[in-house]
């Protein structure tokens, strides 16, 4: 059981925009900044968004990020069959020094 | 471009001491900080520390007794170590670059490959 709570699974056809949710608490989602890891069937995790609502360079602004209290999302929209995989939001907690990340949620495009 | 490379034992007994070592390609050592995280086959991730290039560490209370990450800045590479292995320990094991800022905001922009590590008697 994550300390970070991500749906197990989410899905939605070609075009639909999804949204997959991260819940934590005030040591960690609520004192610290959100990170989103997008990892693709077979490799390695791949930066998705940082800062809550950050984009690396090369990433489509289809992908987009939030965060309000103990809480943040990912949105996907445009949602394309390359985009399914496995995401993970991520957290420094100040109560068990240590980075934490969610149990994972997979999305499949229908 | 940075590229991150790591190598290491893919199957040890348990009882042994896993060591891995991940080279830096592309970037400097200085400035950031180095992490392993693993992902035991079909789980979630799990961060085991990390290692500055001055050396200073930070490690996972759950792993802390048996981990050592260290740094190497003449070769531009660092490793980890784990001992007293057991097969909760079989997982892919993963680097990654840290950005320095914000504070603790663990922001892991480069991954290295991933290297599967099994624990079998």
């Known amino acids: 059981q994550s300390v970070l709570t991500q749906p197990p699974s989410a899905s939605g056809t070609p075009g639909q925009r999804v949204t997959i949710s991260c819940s934590g608490s005030?040591?960690?989602?609520?004192?610290?900044?959100v990170n989103w890891y997008q990892q693709l069937p077979g490799t390695a995790p791949k930066l998705l968004i940082y800062?809550?609502?950050q984009r690396p360079s090369g990433v489509p602004d289809r992908f987009s990020g939030s965060k309000s209290g103990t809480s943040a999302s990912l949105a996907i929209s445009g949602l394309q069959s390359a985009d399914e995989g496995d995401y993970y939001c991520?957290?420094?907690?100040?109560?068990?020094?240590?980075?934490?990340f969610g149990g994972g949620t997979k999305l499949t495009v229908l | 471009q940075v590229e991150l490379q790591q190598w290491g034992a893919g199957l040890l007994k348990p009882s042994e001491t896993l060591s891995l070592t991940c080279a830096v390609y592309?970037?400097?050592?200085?400035?950031?900080?180095w992490s392993w995280i693993r992902q035991p086959p079909g789980k979630g991730l799990e961060w085991i520390g990390e290692?500055?290039?001055?050396?200073?560490?930070n490690y996972n209370p759950s792993l802390k007794s048996r981990v050592t990450i260290l740094v190497d800045t003449s070769e531009n590479h660092f490793s980890l170590k784990l001992t007293s292995v057991t097969s909760a320990d079989t997982a892919v094991y993963y680097c990654?670059?840290?950005?320095?800022?914000?504070?603790?905001?663990?922001?892991?922009?480069?991954w290295g490959q991933g290297t599967l590590t099994t624990v079998s008697s």
């Open positions: 991520a957290a420094w907690d100040d109560g068990l020094n240590v980075v934490l």
């Open positions: 990654a670059r840290g950005r320095p800022q914000p504070a603790y905001s663990f922001i892991f922009d480069y």
């Open positions: 290692v500055s290039h001055r050396g200073n560490t």
């Open positions: 592309g970037g400097s050592l200085t400035g950031y900080f």
């Open positions: 800062n809550g609502n």
């Open positions: 005030t040591s960690n989602i609520g004192a610290h900044a």
